[in-house]
């Protein structure tokens, strides 16, 4: 009797599993969707990921001093280029102001640090950024001046080869250069002179008319709120130029250059005047902007999405 009892809760049991099985039949796996436009961090083998782990401290660059032709250069390098050897990557100049050193973008704009966190949130692809000295007797201007300063020449011919042999870079195609106040004019100047040569270019407070007193019988061909003009559709490159709101010396300048280039249909553009003064208060905020937006032009690029990828796989999730 107590088998029989048993052998009923069994049926039973099979019976209602197969009545609930034809209710609710078992639900088909989705498929899964790509997230598009997302840079999904690669994982080590074996780490595991805690939602609740804090973020990672990003992997930090290291600075490479040189000279070339005896004016000392400085060089962020990014952790990725280590870690990726077969990899190029992209580079971006960084010109200081007038008075002005190479080591300013390190001790007053924290540059290293900035790139770095940028590349571990994925939000800027590794990139190298080099910090050359461009003083003369008329100061840091970054062209061939009256006073017989050559820093364009020097600059256009023997910088760039030097940094393009002593690193692995993607050459002129993802070539930047940037500048504040004085070296914000260096920048736009430098692209103006050399079509070609620099595929995106910022200027931080910067000026964009050359003084007569610096350049004499040439300031009128390197003033770029002149010549900017000059530039057909097809050899614009991406422009970023910004100001500090409180900067009431050179503020003006740079409104009146942004109208400019509105005003000549340029594209691609991006113009902001920001909280601060004439000083890093303002140029941080500049350079951190211009270069996320510089994020999201270069990093289209299946190169630099390979670059980035690299940089993702040495942190730890």
């Known amino acids: 009797m107590h088998l029989v009892f048993v052998a009923f809760l069994v049926c039973a049991a099979v019976l209602a599993s197969a009545v609930l ?14 997230l598009t436009g997302v840079v999904r961090p690669f994982v080590t083998t074996g780490t595991s990921c805690k939602p609740d782990a804090p973020p990672p401290a990003p992997a930090a660059g290291r600075l490479d001093g040189f000279s070339v032709d005896g004016r000392k250069v400085l060089a962020y390098v990014p952790a990725a280029y280590a870690a990726a050897p077969a990899d190029r990557l992209p580079v971006v100049y960084f010109l200081h102001g007038s008075p002005g050193a190479a080591p300013d973008w390190i001790d007053g704009g924290k540059l290293p640090g900035l790139l770095d966190h940028m ?26 001046t009256a006073h017989g300063a050559a820093l364009e020449t020097w600059f256009v011919d023997r910088l760039v080869p030097a940094v393009d042999r002593r690193f692995r870079t993607l050459g002129a195609t993802e070539r930047g250069i940037a500048g504040a106040s004085a070296g914000g004019f260096g920048a736009v100047n430098l692209a103006l002179r050399h079509p070609g040569q620099f595929t995106w270019v910022a200027s931080y407070s910067g000026v964009f008319t050359a003084g007569d007193d610096v350049f004499g019988s040439a300031a009128a061909v390197n003033s770029p709120a002149l010549t900017i003009a000059r530039v057909p559709a097809t050899r614009r490159f991406p422009l970023f130029v910004g100001a500090g709101a409180g900067d009431d010396e050179f503020r003006p300048d740079t409104e009146r250059f942004i109208g400019t280039v509105r005003g000549l249909g340029w594209s691609p553009l991006q113009a902001e005047i920001v909280p601060g003064d004439h000083g890093w208060g303002a140029w941080a905020v500049e350079a951190r902007d211009s270069l996320a937006w510089l994020g999201r032009l270069w990093t289209a690029d299946p190169v630099m999405m390979l670059s980035m990828a690299h940089a993702a796989a040495q942190r730890v999730c």
Not at 119 to 144: C, E, H, K, Y
């Open 21 to 34: 099985a034809a209710v609710h039949p078992p639900r088909a796996a989705k498929a899964s969707v790509p």
């Open 119 to 144: 590349q571990a949130l994925g939000r800027l692809a590794p990139l190298i950024a080099v910090f050359p000295d461009g003083n003369d007797a008329s100061g840091a201007w970054w062209g061939n």
